[in-house]
């Protein structure tokens, strides 16, 4: 068997109103002076009351940074930064979507260890130490709770990355009640994000693709077909929300370490140049690009079709199944009211060019792809997608 390394957060807590009881779960991990970090959104909404109120009833200071953005800046973390410093933090909680989570990992990391962040950016350049970490996602989808990494945009729209197992958080605190008012639309984007994150991570050609991420992406697919329905329809159904959640995050730990793939890779310049939700600019091409890699990977996607869509086990012989599992999984993104062309969210016929050049900028990503893919091969399916 081949050699690989598998990391992720040391202590997961999956429970329905665990947030709330926060100082019980994580409050001798983070110390006295507790910087929380949010979105202004989500304050609003008072999503992180409960998890504030437990923390101050059991002694400990709670300050709250909540300017984090979509597509957070450099300019933002760096202000989250001189708070947390300002009020001497001794502890870092992250609650919010991927990116209150992401700039959580960078507060922590640059408030514990005086690190320049030049020199952090890539892949195992981050050294640490950092302070107490705890993640509580408020959407499944990203998996960013149990990943290494973290991406921030720094100048107008460039995209870096922080990867290091340093900023994997000591816990991850998986709480449904915190996920049940979420909008149907962002509830199908995160969840077919996470489904993509499965796929990817199982075809992976990455040298560390890995029998546990193999197994996690297989239950993953399993929980999230299973659930993302009712959890898009019917968000109040707390069974489904907590299975998406545990699905996200087994999605989650399976790419994180084996990473994903041309899907993301082909989706990151429809979000950087459109601002196209990264979900949904997942979705947009997860059927083409699968098309694509098909004659590479059909017998791989073959074993994950009747995860997600157990009516697939009828099918017979792996060109067929892997055909059923494609169309199963566009028209699942139209049956949850997504939009499904590149057209319908106001991208250009002719804005494809520079969007498959773009696309290639994402080596890391791509070489992780079943099929090797050109330039001429992206602008193909940015087409078929159009
Ligand atoms: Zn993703």
């Keep these: 068997m081949a ?27 983070l110390g006295k002076s507790v910087l929380l970090v949010t979105d202004p959104g989500l304050r609003q909404l008072g999503l992180a009351d409960p998890a504030i109120a437990s923390l101050e009833a059991a002694g400990h200071s709670v300050a709250v940074f909540d300017k984090v953005e979509a597509d957070p ?7 989250a930064v001189a708070f947390g410093r300002s009020v001497g933090a001794t502890g870092v909680v992250g609650l919010g ?3 209150s989570l992401d700039v959580s990992k960078l507060v922590a990391l640059l408030l514990g260890s005086d690190e320049d962040l030049d020199e952090a950016w890539g892949v195992a350049q981050a050294k640490g130490p950092r302070l107490p970490l705890v993640l509580v996602p408020t959407t499944a989808g990203t998996g960013s709770e149990v990943t290494p990494v973290s991406i921030i945009t720094v100048g107008a ?50 040298a560390n693709n890995n029998p546990l991420s193999k197994m996690l992406a297989r239950e993953a697919l399993r929980l999230l077909g299973a659930n993302i329905e009712a959890a898009v329809f019917n968000g109040q159904d ?3 929300r907590g299975a998406m959640l545990l699905g996200s995050m087994l999605a989650g730990q399976a790419f994180a370490n084996s990473p994903v793939a041309a899907v993301h890779a082909l989706a990151y310049p429809i979000g950087g140049t459109f601002h196209v939700p ?20 059909h017998a791989l996607y073959a074993e994950i079709a009747a995860d997600a869509f157990p009516q697939i086990v009828e099918v017979e012989g792996s060109q067929a199944r892997c055909a059923a599992f494609i169309d199963a999984l566009a028209d699942l993104s139209k049956h949850l009211g997504m939009q499904t062309r590149l057209r319908d969210v106001n991208i250009p016929e002719d804005a494809i060019g520079k969007m498959a050049a773009d696309s290639m900028i994402q080596q890391r990503l791509l070489v992780n792809n079943p099929r090797a893919v050109t330039e ?9 997608a159009w």
Aim: aromatic fraction near 6%.
């Design 157 to 206: 729209e460039e995209k870096r990355g922080v990867s290091s197992p340093v900023i994997l958080p000591d816990i991850a605190v998986l709480d449904a009640d915190l996920t049940v008012g979420l909008p149907a639309h962002i509830t199908a984007a995160t969840g077919v994000d996470a489904m993509v994150h499965a796929i990817e991570a199982y075809a992976s050609k990455s």
């Design 3 to 29: 050699p690989f390394i598998f990391n992720t957060t040391k202590s997961l807590v999956f429970e329905t109103g665990a947030s709330a009881r926060l100082a019980e779960v994580a409050g001798q991990t």
């Design 376 to 384: 001429r091969d992206a602008f193909n399916i940015y087409k078929a």
């Design 73 to 79: 800046s450099r300019e933002t973390l760096m202000q």
């Design 278 to 297: 990264h979900g949904l600019s997942n979705a947009l091409v997860l059927p083409h690009v699968l098309r694509f890699n098909a004659p590479g990977a």
């Design 97 to 99: 979507g991927g990116s």
């Design 238 to 240: 707390k069974g489904a």
